[in-house]
């Protein structure tokens, strides 16, 4: 089996990458491993979401350049407002990189200004949801509900590619928010925490990935 179908936690040693779409910040420790992982998810022909995807965060901007139709939401009212968006993406890219961002790939996204717990979408919406460092900062009621609204928006075959920071969220809870809201890992999981495992600077975090489908179905794979 491919790889990237495990659920585990991220290694030091897994593929990463320091550009996409431009050099990304020494401080996101996690998100080029994150990103690259993410990548390998895409499909030309897929609708996709990219749920909670920031201001700054220029995963959404690559959706809409390798996929058929990207969708982007946050509760962050800058997402709407062109030269708000701007002015986020400048502060930690630089303006010259949110001037290219915005032109070439922001008339290709779709964005809309939503709580993940209440998705502005129609069911069986999306192909992939990518949800990238985000449960980390919901409480365990607000993690249910957004893999509840996930299952809801995901199609038949559809994936969504998670990944969350440890201890903060809890793994134990995070699995049993998974199977109550109808989804089931699509591949196989590992709950282990290896001593090689990708830390944040300050070693107090780890990142654990997740690829899920909704239960009782079966991906392309």
Not at 2 to 27: C, G, I, N, Y
Not at 55 to 60: C, G, N, R
Not at 79 to 92: E, K, N, S, V
Not at 117 to 130: G, T
Request: include cysteine; charge should be negative; hydrophobic fraction near 45%.
């Amino acid at each position: 089996m491919d790889e990237k179908w495990v659920s585990r936690f991220v290694l030091a040693s897994d593929p990463q990458t320091d550009v996409v779409l431009a050099p990304l910040p020494q401080t996101w420790w996690s998100r080029p491993y994150e990103y690259r992982w993410a990548q390998e998810f895409a499909d030309a022909q897929a609708t996709v979401l990219d749920a909670a995807a920031g201001v700054s965060h220029p995963f959404k901007f690559w959706l809409a350049a390798h996929c058929q139709t990207a969708h982007a939401c946050d509760h962050d009212p800058r997402l709407l407002t062109a030269d708000a968006l701007r002015q986020g993406i400048a502060d930690d890219f630089g303006p010259e990189v949110a001037d290219r961002l915005i032109r070439a790939y922001l008339p290709r996204l779709a964005l809309v200004l939503a709580s993940i717990f209440d998705l502005p979408y129609a069911a069986k919406s999306f192909d992939r949801i990518f949800c990238l460092s985000v449960l980390e900062h919901l409480s365990e009621d607000g993690q249910h509900r957004t893999l509840a609204e996930f299952e809801r928006a995901l199609a038949d075959n559809g994936l969504i590619v998670v990944s969350l920071d440890y201890p903060t969220v809890d793994l134990a809870f995070f699995h049993h928010a998974v199977v109550a809201a109808g989804l089931a890992f699509a591949g196989p999981v590992d709950f282990s925490l290896p001593a090689e495992s990708l830390a944040s600077p300050d070693g107090a975090l780890r990142c654990f990935r997740a690829v899920l489908r909704r239960r009782g179905t079966e991906s392309w794979r």
